[in-house]
């Protein structure tokens, strides 16, 4: 199983990235998937996530300006980002728990990671 995210980049405070991440692989079935960042020096931290019925969780610091979405038949999950602040710099990862045979325990996958990097 493999999470690959892309979408990352440069933007102005103020502005707007939308990240996705693809899970592929032998995937039974996908429950929750996320964004967790981690900026220089920081612990990681959860940004977003999304469950399997499309309840979602965010950060405090990310109400109101960034939204996730899942595709549930490209196993997909997406984080629009909108109102960027420098804060949100960091490198963005996303997660999800895999199942990937009927009667197997959930497994936690990890991106590669991409970065967003919000400054003028």
């Known amino acids: 199983v493999q999470l690959q995210a892309f979408g990352g980049g440069l933007v102005q405070p103020g502005g707007s990235l939308r990240l996705s991440c693809a899970a592929s692989?032998?995937?039974?079935?996908?429950?929750?998937m996320g964004w967790y960042r981690q900026a220089p020096g920081k612990q990681r931290e959860l940004v977003a996530a999304?469950?399997?019925?499309?309840?979602?969780n965010y950060a405090d610091s990310v109400k109101g300006r960034f939204t996730t979405s899942r595709d549930y038949n490209k196993n997909m999950v997406y984080l629009q980002m909108n109102s960027l602040k420098p804060e949100d710099t960091a490198v963005y990862y996303c997660?999800?728990?895999?199942?990937?045979?009927?009667?197997?325990?959930?497994?936690?996958?990890w991106g590669q990671g991409t970065q967003v990097t919000v400054s003028s």
């Open positions: 692989g032998s995937i039974f079935r996908i429950n929750v």
């Open positions: 999304i469950s399997r019925s499309g309840s979602t």
């Open positions: 997660n999800a728990a895999i199942l990937t045979a009927w009667g197997t325990l959930p497994h936690d996958y």
